[in-house]
């Protein structure tokens, strides 16, 4: 109960701080009864696509000529993932990019991508304690059980 | 033509819910039988959390990774009442998927779901024949409306 309530202090000061927002709450709403990794999936998908994508948007920026459609697919689908996810600052990031992309204009992008990683990076390490302190807790009811 | 190994059918089959209301057309005023969605998206996140928004409403659903899935399934013969479409995806985008759809006489409610703000990218996707634009995130509320869209359709 007290891993609990600390997990729920924690989402509630993220959300003060502006990181994540009410549609995290909606999709941990989400998880079924008989599916208690649903939440910590949800969370490793949205990090490993992450990375994947973060990084292929860094190949397409130092391209000698940046293909700005593919920026903006790639900024798109990390704003999706992100919105969808609760993280409201990313997704503000991410829109920041995609306009620098839409005007084609490389040093804005530049900026707007720095920015971007890192709300990124600082979203991932949050939702990396979040992730632990649900496992611990699914492992402790799990034992409870037993 | 077969379905791609990527597609993967998730069933609104989780009777373990007591909250899972099964969504019938017929509880919608229309014809009998479950409304059946496609979700077609290439993010992992949202085909899960689109899923299971679906599910929790007890709606029957498919899950396909872009739009020549969503054209192949309906070439196999399958039908739905409502496709929630991604506009960005590889092999074939949603204003594309929406167009063949459409041009095959598909009337199934299509509701273009993205994270796309540019106008021109909206109309071209209203143009190419959506029922309805919604930005992501698909929230219950949003699925709802649209669910009862299909309702007053009928």
Same mark, same amino acid.
């Given at each position: 109960m007290?891993?609990?309530?600390?997990?729920?202090?924690?989402?509630?000061?993220?959300?003060?701080?502006?990181?994540?927002?009410? +549609?995290?709450?909606?999709?941990?709403?989400? +998880?079924? =009864?008989?599916?208690?990794?649903?939440?910590?999936?949800?969370?490793?998908?949205?990090?490993?696509?992450?990375?994947?994508?973060?990084?292929?948007?860094?190949?397409?920026?130092?391209?000698?000529?940046v293909?700005?459609?593919?920026?903006?697919?790639?900024v798109?689908?990390?704003?999706?993932?992100?919105?969808?996810?609760?993280?409201?600052?990313?997704a503000?990031?991410?829109? +920041?990019?995609? =306009?620098?992309?839409?005007n084609?204009?490389?040093?804005?992008?530049c900026?707007?991508?720095d920015?971007?990683?890192n709300?990124?990076?600082?979203?991932?390490?949050?939702?990396?304690?979040?992730? +632990?302190?649900?496992?611990t807790?699914?492992?402790?009811?799990?034992?409870?059980?037993? | 033509?077969?379905?791609?190994?990527?597609?993967?059918?998730?069933?609104?089959?989780?009777?373990?819910?007591?909250?899972?209301?099964?969504?019938?057309?017929?509880?919608?005023?229309?014809?009998?039988?479950?409304?059946?969605?496609?979700?077609?998206?290439?993010?992992?996140?949202?085909?899960?959390?689109? *899923?299971?928004?679906?599910?929790?409403?007890?709606?029957?659903?498919?899950?396909?990774?872009?739009?020549?899935?969503?054209?192949?399934?309906h070439?196999?013969?399958?039908?739905?009442?409502l496709?929630?479409?991604?506009?960005?995806?590889?092999?074939?985008?949603g204003?594309?998927?929406?167009?063949?759809?459409?041009?095959?006489?598909?009337?199934?409610v299509?509701?273009?779901?993205?994270? *796309?703000?540019?106008?021109?990218?909206?109309?071209?996707?209203?143009?190419?024949?959506?029922d309805?634009?919604?930005?992501?995130?698909?929230?219950?509320?949003?699925?709802?409306?649209?669910?009862?869209?299909?309702?007053?359709?009928?």
């Amino acid at each position: 109960m007290a891993l609990r309530t600390r997990l729920h202090n924690y989402i509630e000061s993220l959300k003060e701080e502006g990181v994540l927002d009410s +549609q995290y709450d909606h999709v941990k709403s989400l +998880q079924p =009864d008989d599916d208690p990794c649903f939440l910590v999936d949800i969370i490793n998908n949205f990090c490993n696509d992450a990375d994947h994508s973060i990084g292929e948007l860094a190949n397409v920026l130092s391209e000698p000529i940046v293909d700005y459609a593919k920026v903006m697919t790639l900024v798109c689908l990390l704003k999706g993932s992100s919105s969808s996810i609760g993280g409201c600052r990313m997704a503000v990031a991410c829109r +920041q990019l995609h =306009d620098a992309s839409v005007n084609g204009d490389l040093a804005n992008c530049c900026m707007a991508y720095d920015k971007l990683v890192n709300e990124y990076y600082y979203l991932r390490d949050k939702l990396k304690t979040v992730h +632990q302190m649900e496992r611990t807790i699914m492992h402790n009811e799990e034992r409870k059980k037993k | 033509m077969g379905i791609d190994a990527g597609m993967w059918k998730l069933a609104g089959s989780s009777s373990s819910s007591s909250t899972c209301r099964r969504f019938h057309a017929s509880s919608l005023g229309g014809s009998s039988g479950e409304v059946k969605a496609l979700v077609v998206d290439d993010s992992r996140i949202n085909q899960m959390l689109h *899923h299971k928004l679906l599910d929790n409403l007890g709606v029957e659903n498919l899950v396909v990774c872009n739009g020549k899935e969503a054209v192949d399934i309906h070439v196999s013969g399958k039908q739905f009442d409502l496709i929630l479409m991604d506009i960005d995806m590889p092999v074939m985008n949603g204003i594309e998927a929406t167009r063949k759809l459409r041009d095959m006489g598909i009337r199934s409610v299509i509701t273009g779901i993205s994270s *796309h703000t540019l106008d021109h990218v909206k109309q071209e996707f209203i143009a190419a024949g959506i029922d309805e634009y919604h930005e992501k995130p698909l929230t219950s509320a949003k699925l709802l409306s649209i669910l009862n869209k299909i309702k007053h359709k009928d």
